[in-house]
């Protein structure tokens, strides 16, 4: 029964996050997901107490999504800096998803984003993996505090990034995804540079460094 | 008479700021501004047009405010990096108060944030001053790409602080302005740290380097 019950909301999450994706966080209305997993909207009040209840769900499985791929990361091979790398690139191609920065930013919108036991739990492991394997490597080993900097710099900045990056890039004159990958980069080279460093680093072959 | 209509505007804008502030973005209706400014609903919609035209307008006054304090700081006296460290600050001082940042919020979510003109022109005046202002110093100058990069990663990261940032700080045991800090911290790193640098810096009185 428990394992019928686990499908029965993983299919109505599909169908909120097709939803979602294709007509933005305004869309997932109780009647709307119904129709779109082809069930009554008392069997979603049943799995997931209100509209509220679904939409949190949502946000839990993507924040688990993300920290499983950061996981994953954190856990294969290469140097720190290359697993910093390509962790970026992960949490910046969630986000790059207008839908998923969307309903982040409406769930913060609502206050309620501290709530969330599910995203704690995923942020929490996410973290825990990333400062273990960062322990066990001997390249730019950083302490756990510096870690979690970075990931939660990362994660606003992405988040930033997902929801607001469109507009201003536009707003400059500029593709769509220009604002996103300048603020990729700018993230690649705050990682590249140690904490309280505060000198101007040596340009390539300059003579005088 | 265009005058009187200017102080008329500016007034209904302070009583829907002040709205903003203590209530959220949600708080924004037509009857509670009337109300909140003493004036009738009539009245608001003869100076906005919709209440809409309130918000934006809201959003307009907020982007004009940033800007002019980006301009008045390009235009100081102190070294490019001196400025940079003060424009920061400025910035991610905004979007702490977390009505501005829910507001951009909840315009980024209505996507209209790119189609409005004075935002665009508060944004680009700004970029105008800070890259003619970079050309004049001597230290450390910037080319007008790199400029804009880092505001644009600036604006994008103390939106994301402001939005996200109080959650995600709680969410891993830390006191409110946590993330806020942190973001701004990594940013002047990368501000530190030139275009397509990828090596480590030394650390301070690093003898190999």
């Known amino acids: 029964m428990r394992r019928q019950a686990d499908a029965s909301r993983a299919h109505v999450l599909r169908a909120a996050q097709h939803l979602l994706m294709a007509r933005g ?8 997901i119904a129709a779109e997993a082809g069930v009554t909207a008392g069997n979603i009040l049943h799995h997931f107490g209100t509209i509220e209840g679904v939409q949190r769900a949502l946000i839990a499985r993507m924040a688990r999504d993300v920290a499983d791929k950061a ?3 954190a856990q294969g091979t290469g140097t720190n800096e290359m697993r910093m790398a390509q962790g970026l690139d992960a949490l910046f191609a969630v986000f790059a998803d207008p839908a998923a920065a969307r309903l982040a930013g409406w769930l913060a919108l609502r206050e309620e984003a501290d709530s969330l036991e599910e995203v704690q739990k995923a942020l929490t492991d996410a973290l825990d993996a990333i400062q273990s394997a960062d322990r066990d490597r001997q390249d730019r080993t950083r302490s756990p505090d510096e870690v979690r900097a970075f990931v939660i710099t990362g994660v606003i900045t992405a988040l930033g990034a997902g929801l607001f990056g469109p507009s201003l890039s536009t707003l400059v004159g500029e593709h769509e995804t220009y604002a996103r990958d300048i603020a990729r980069e700018m993230l690649r ?4 540079t140690p904490p309280g460093w505060t000198k101007r680093p040596p340009a390539d072959g300059d003579p005088s460094s």
Chains 1, 2 share one sequence.
């Open 71 to 73: 996981i994953a990361i």
């Open 189 to 192: 080279r705050a990682s590249l």
């Open 25 to 32: 966080p305004g869309a997932l209305k109780l009647k709307d």
